[in-house]
């Protein structure tokens, strides 16, 4: 069974604005990291946040990590129509030896243009 | 190439038919791990292979899943007697460090089975 949780399950956003998806996690963690997927096709990673972390940028993304909520956001800013994917948080077990991810349902996002 | 390819890409089965899904991961990369995607959901954790070792089979669903990666690169992953519950996007991915790091997902095969 799937540990995260992701809301919302549906986000439609006009571009320019911008768009955040929060997922949620139940056990500890060693990071978080975050997944995009777009129709048909594999999922591109696009930021890790390791626990002893708060906040991350990268480009036009900011992930943030709350611990003690067991709760992450990712903030997409100024979207563009090519942001319109499906976005997936996933966990690394704090008491995992072999890095498998635990994936949340996942956030569509369309933007429209 | 440069990224982890995956063969077939689309895959329909009669129920109770064998298949066997190939992983190419991207080269030198010690761990492989192998996902199921259901329609809607978030990808689901199946086995992880460190090199040829697999140490990690707990998401196999059933004794039907079965995964090997022989010579420590190509992993294939057979399932026996498929059942239209098998009907998902199977995932691969790889990645250079043991634990822990960014994982490099191939396009995945799509299975169906009627």
């Known amino acids: 069974s799937q540990q995260g949780e992701e809301d919302p399950q549906a986000l439609s956003i006009q571009e320019g604005e911008n768009a955040t998806m929060n997922c949620s996690y139940k056990?500890?963690?060693?990071?978080l990291q975050w997944y995009r997927q777009n129709s048909g096709r594999g999922l591109v990673h696009l930021i890790l946040i390791r626990s002893n972390e708060r906040e991350k940028h990268s480009g036009r993304l900011r992930v943030t990590l709350d611990t003690s909520k067991k709760s992450s956001s990712l903030l997409i800013t100024a979207s563009r129509a090519a942001d319109t994917a499906s976005y997936f948080c996933?966990?690394?077990?704090?008491?995992?030896?072999?890095?498998?991810?635990?994936f949340g349902q996942g956030t569509t996002l369309q933007v429209k243009p | 190439g440069a990224g982890v390819s995956q063969s077939p890409r689309y895959k329909v089965a009669k129920r109770g038919q064998d298949v066997a899904l190939r992983c190419d991961p991207i080269?030198?990369?010690?761990?492989l791990f192998w996902y199921q995607q259901a329609l809607g959901q978030g990808p689901e954790f199946l086995t992880y292979f460190q090199n040829e070792a697999q140490l990690d089979k707990s998401g196999l669903p059933s004794d039907r899943f079965f995964a090997e990666r022989p010579e420590g690169s190509v992993s294939t992953l057979k399932i026996q007697r498929t059942q239209q519950e098998d009907s998902a996007v199977y995932l691969c991915?790889?990645?250079?460090?043991?634990?822990?790091?960014?994982?490099?997902f191939g396009p995945g095969t799509r299975l169906t089975v009627l």
């Open positions: 056990t500890s963690i060693n990071n």
């Open positions: 996933a966990t690394r077990g704090s008491s995992s030896n072999t890095g498998k991810l635990i």
């Open positions: 991915a790889s990645s250079l460090a043991g634990q822990g790091g960014e994982q490099f």
């Open positions: 080269s030198g990369h010690v761990s």
